[in-house]
């Protein structure tokens, strides 16, 4: 049976390009969105052709990610969404989530796309502190991200994220904790919070290069990931993944349960398929990783001039993509690793590893496993699910938190 398969639609545009990004967006391309939704839309009909041969497979959750997806029109969104429900099953409960950027969605916009069934929002909020905001080049203010929620709230979205950064230049652990404190005051269902990332080719990265950009020192940094666990904690947040948290998480029961949190990232951390659709996405499905030519144009031109018959583009490969890769067991079992151990209930299941992969995972990596439990950045422990099977799981310990990068290595071949 082909399993579950969600999907992650990209959308390249923003209106400018924040100085810390490195995502594939475009700014002051938006007269290409257009042809741009049609090429989305194409590609979708493209697949819908390819599973007719194939079993078909439930979508538990659709992604609408940038870049800035909330530059599309409603009845952009619309259209998309009509093509997506043409060609593939959506359950009742469907999560279909959009990226927007605070300020950028009028009510009407809202009551359209979730007419539409978009029922998540993630706002960009990044930041409380005016100051911050500008050096991010945020083009929003803190007034936007309330009125955003005010009207994201009238217009029936009960499943709100907002994501922040810390260990921002020059940021102060007080500047940081009234962040937070205004950000729970707004009852958001869902928090991420993500240390900066200096990535190379951005104006950030040159900059930090140059010694221009005065990052706090990474013990701070760090103070501040702290801060975050206690406070969110203490207001009903539970801390399911290494930079997220959600409301209403059924604790201490394997496989997190929550209307809260979010259903397609939590279907990345547990290694299972998505297609990636949109100029630059990625995908992993059918044995295969891969990815969509990054510009825009090239994109637009791919979908529109192929002429080679269906069959030449193997699900889930389509004349937009660029590259792939047919994956190993040696790199999914590596990547689950990876991907399994962010999740900071349900970890590493050993009876999951063994069903996915017929190795027993203290076998696959039994020096790696030795060494890290010593450590004490991993935790070996019984837990239950809701059929009262017990099982071991592997799981970061809450020191190994700030230490992720350090044990994810050790699953590197
Ligand atoms: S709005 Fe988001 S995607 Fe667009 S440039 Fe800024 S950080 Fe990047």
């Known amino acids: 049976m082909t399993p579950d398969t969600s999907i992650y639609i990209h959308v390249p545009f923003c209106v400018h390009r924040c100085a810390y990004c490195d995502f594939n967006t475009y700014a002051g391309q ?37 870049g800035t997806p909330s530059l599309l029109s409603g009845s952009q969104l619309v259209s998309i969404m009509d093509a997506l ?31 539409a069934g978009i029922n998540r929002i993630s706002f960009g909020v990044q930041s409380a502190n005016p100051e911050e905001l500008h ?42 904790k009234s962040t937070i404190q205004r950000i729970v005051d707004l009852h958001p269902e869902h928090i991420s919070a993500y240390a900066l990332t200096l990535e190379h080719g951005t104006p950030f990265g040159r900059w930090s290069q140059r010694g221009l950009l005065p990052l706090p020192d990474p013990d701070l940094a760090a103070d501040m990931y702290e801060f975050a666990e206690e ?21 201490l029961t394997f496989n997190v349960q929550s209307k809260f949190a979010c259903k397609h990232n939590l279907q990345y951390w547990r290694s299972l398929p998505y297609l990636g659709l949109g100029a630059g996405a990625h995908g992993y499905a059918d044995g295969y990783r891969y990815s969509n030519f990054l510009r825009i144009k090239t994109y637009i031109e791919r979908l529109a001039n ?36 962010r999740l900071l209930i349900d970890g590493v299941s ?36 809701a059929t009262h099977f017990t099982f071991y799981v592997l799981r970061l310990t809450p020191s190994a938190r700030l230490l992720a990068n350090q044990v994810f290595m050790r699953f590197v071949d």
């Open 30 to 66: 938006e007269d290409l969105i257009p042809s741009y939704v049609n090429a989305l839309i194409r590609e979708i009909e493209y697949v819908r052709r390819q599973l007719s041969n194939l079993p078909a497979f439930n979508v538990p959750t659709v992604f609408f990610g940038g």
């Open 85 to 115: 429900r043409a060609a593939f099953a959506f359950p009742p409960n469907l999560e279909a989530t959009i990226e927007a950027n605070p300020g950028t969605t009028s009510l009407e916009f809202l009551h359209q796309i979730r007419e």
């Open 135 to 176: 050096m991010l080049e945020r083009a929003h203010d803190f007034f936007d991200v309330i009125r955003s929620i005010q009207w994201a709230r009238q217009a029936g979205f009960d499943n709100l994220s907002l994501d922040l950064i810390y260990g921002l230049p020059e940021q102060t652990l007080a500047s940081w």
């Open 231 to 251: 406070f969110l904690a203490a207001n009903g947040y539970v801390h399911y993944e290494i930079s997220n948290w959600a409301l209403n998480v059924q604790r």
């Open 306 to 341: 192929y002429q080679s018959p269906i069959t030449n583009y193997q699900f889930p490969l389509t004349p937009a993509t660029v590259n792939h890769h047919e994956q190993t067991l040696r790199d999914d079992m590596s990547e689950y690793m990876l991907n399994n151990l």
């Open 350 to 385: 050993e009876s999951d590893f063994k069903s996915r992969f017929g190795h027993d995972l203290m076998e696959v990596y039994p020096k790696e496993i030795e060494e890290l439990l010593r450590f004490g950045l991993l935790e070996r422990v019984i837990v239950e699910d």
